[in-house]
């Protein structure tokens, strides 16, 4: 009885958040499997990123990855950014031919600092649980009435979180290869409620 009436508390904590922020849902996003490599990263993301919400599911999994291995993480989260706000470089960092620009960069020390956020986004993960999402990895993301359209080709989305007051905002966009990818997402690498 204790447990039912902890998930009914987490429920209605979660459905105000959404309503105290005036949100609206997004199609949910399931990733199938969680990839090892750079190149079924990019398989996935081409399935996945070909909507806002896939793309923010994308920079999700990018910043989960992170937290498991660095050296891919830096690499996935490059391949989550549109690419005019990366930088040509010819790093260990870099992946084809291009790298975080120094602003996105430097939310990279956020994840080292802050180590509940790479798994904090996932559905079913909250300070409670130590972060422990719940399987399949599920993304759940949201629009308000300031948010714009996704026919312009640029959105504001809001990801659910468990670990913070308000759901976090990324703005999405419509990159040249027709795939969504992230333009401004500082919001996510903001700390968050310690695990319990």
Same mark, same amino acid.
């Given at each position: 009885?204790?447990?039912n009436l902890i998930l009914t508390i987490l429920f209605l904590f ?38 806002p919400e896939g793309a923010a599911a994308m920079l999700v999994l ?19 950014? #549109? ?5 040509? %470089?010819?790093? !260990?960092?870099? @992946?084809?031919?291009?790298?975080? /620009? ?56 809001? #990801? ?5 007051? %308000?759901?976090? !905002?990324?703005? @999405?966009?419509?990159?040249?290869? /027709? ?18």
């Amino acid at each position: 009885m204790k447990k039912n009436l902890i998930l009914t508390i987490l429920f209605l904590f979660a459905a105000g958040q959404a309503f105290a922020q005036n949100l609206t849902p997004r199609n949910v996003v399931v990733l199938p499997s969680e990839p090892t490599t750079i190149e079924e990263f990019k398989s996935l993301q081409s399935s996945i990123a070909t909507t806002p919400e896939g793309a923010a599911a994308m920079l999700v999994l990018a910043i989960s990855l992170y937290g498991k291995n660095p050296d891919l993480g830096t690499k996935t989260i490059t391949l989550s950014v #549109v690419s005019k706000n990366r930088q040509k %470089s010819n790093k !260990p960092s870099a @992946v084809d031919g291009t790298d975080l /620009g120094n602003g996105d960069k430097f939310l990279l020390g956020q994840l080292d600092k802050y180590k509940m956020l790479p798994n904090g986004y996932w559905k079913g993960a909250e300070p409670s649980n130590g972060y422990t999402p719940s399987l399949p990895l599920t993304v759940e993301t949201y629009t308000n009435p300031y948010s714009g359209e996704e026919s312009t080709g640029r959105i504001k989305l809001f #990801v659910a979180t468990r670990g913070a007051s %308000s759901f976090r !905002p990324v703005t @999405v966009e419509k990159d040249s290869d /027709g795939l969504w990818r992230a333009k401004e997402m500082s919001s996510l690498f903001v700390g968050m409620m310690p695990a319990k």
